[in-house]
Nanobody
């Protein structure tokens, strides 16, 4: 069974950092493009970044320069390093596996359950 599990969320002060992890089971993650998304209450799910199977990377303008996506194939894990976090970054963060390296959420078939990130003083 294909499964993605996010971890690493939590409460952080403005200006702080977090590293989210997306670990796969039931499949080899490096064969797939992996995307990171977030959804705040009352808002649509937003594509943040993706990394292709050949390590091509895309960032949304809202996170470019602050967030970094990477993968560790030995651990079957993709990471999202988030710096300079602000209250508007508060959301549930999801990773997803798809067929195309894109930040469009409709291109991803397999989703994790999400991890909550709260930025507050």
């Amino acid at each position: 069974q294909l499964q993605l599990v996010e971890s690493g969320g939590g409460l952080v002060q403005p200006g702080g950092s977090l590293r989210l992890s997306c670990t796969a089971s039931g499949f080899t993650l490096d064969y797939y493009p992996i995307g990171w998304f977030r959804q705040a209450p009352g808002k649509e799910r937003e594509g943040l970044s993706c990394i292709s199977s050949s390590d091509d990377i895309i960032y949304a303008e809202s996170v470019k320069g602050r967030f970094t996506i990477s993968r560790d194939n030995a651990k079957n894990t993709v990471y999202l390093e988030m710096n300079s976090l602000q209250p508007e970054d508060t959301a549930t963060y999801y990773c997803a596996a798809g067929q195309y390296a894109t930040t469009r959420r409709d291109r991803y078939a397999y989703w994790g359950q999400g991890t909550q990130v709260t930025v507050s003083s």
